[in-house]
């Protein structure tokens, strides 16, 4: 029987409900069909946040749905696509109403409400995880494990590898072409971090890294090594595995 290696710390080196009748016309049942009692802002009122799902209070957020999708439906579509972790972290309004196709009225109630939520709740660095091993970072994101889309999202640490910052950086291929390094390093300037940890799923569930992840990992750590900023790792998770990319930092 193999015996599994142990984990490896790291170690910084300094550097829409409807029917269709015999027309083919579609109906769209609107939240105004439901009863009372069903829906989303009565029951917060009656009953409090807590007996609503995301999707009801996101519903709520939204207030109304659009000609194409009642409340409800958009709701639920936003949350399936995008993901609790990704809509809490995206602050460009504009890539959010295009990556859903929504009003950018919608869009920026979304992002308002995620900015309240950081403000009124952020984490203080005595309550924050720390990172030090893969298997640690692939526990931790357990919410993106099964995202339909990819998703590449920044870590941030500070020098006791606690988490003072995490969000998504894209949504879609990573590639060196599409995302700059800039992108990956404004945060960890902004938050003062002295470290940085890449994780982006693979919705195909396979765990190996592409020629695209190690080109990209690689040049990151080149920038990082320019900026004193370490790129302690970059790994790829599937539903029930992870991998590291292969980069110059290894030994």
Do not use: W
Not at 34 to 57: N, Y
Not at 137 to 149: A, I, L, N, P, W
């Amino acid at each position: 029987m193999r015996t599994k290696a142990p984990e490896k710390l790291y170690t910084r080196n300094g550097n829409g409900a409807g029917f269709l009748d015999a027309g083919e016309r579609q109906y769209i049942f609107t939240i105004r069909d439901l009863a009372d009692e069903d829906k989303p802002r009565e029951r917060l009122i009656e009953h409090g946040p807590a007996s609503l799902s995301v999707t009801d209070l996101l519903a709520v957020v939204l207030t109304t749905g659009t000609t194409k999708e009642d409340v409800l439906t958009m709701a639920g579509r936003v949350m399936k696509e995008y993901g609790e972790k990704s809509i809490a972290s995206q602050k460009n309004a504009k890539t959010l109403a295009d990556d859903l196709d929504i009003p950018i009225g919608k869009a920026t109630q979304i992002v308002a409400c995620a900015e309240l939520g950081r403000r009124f709740f952020s984490h203080n660095a005595m309550g924050a995880p720390t990172l030090r091993t893969a298997r640690e970072v692939f526990e931790y994101v357990g919410d993106m494990r099964s995202f339909s889309k990819e998703h590449l999202r920044g870590i941030y640490l500070n020098a006791h590898y606690k988490v003072i910052h995490d969000e998504v950086l894209s949504i879609g291929t990573v590639d060196t072409n599409i995302i700059h390094p800039r992108e990956v390093f404004k945060p960890a300037i902004e938050y003062s971090a002295v470290a940085v940890i890449l994780v982006h799923n693979h919705p195909s569930g396979e765990v190996t890294p592409s020629a695209n992840d190690i080109a990209f990992t690689k040049q990151l750590v080149e920038a990082g090594a320019l900026l004193g900023i370490d790129l302690i790792d970059h790994i790829v998770v599937t539903k029930d595995s992870y991998a590291s990319v292969p980069a110059p930092y290894r030994g």
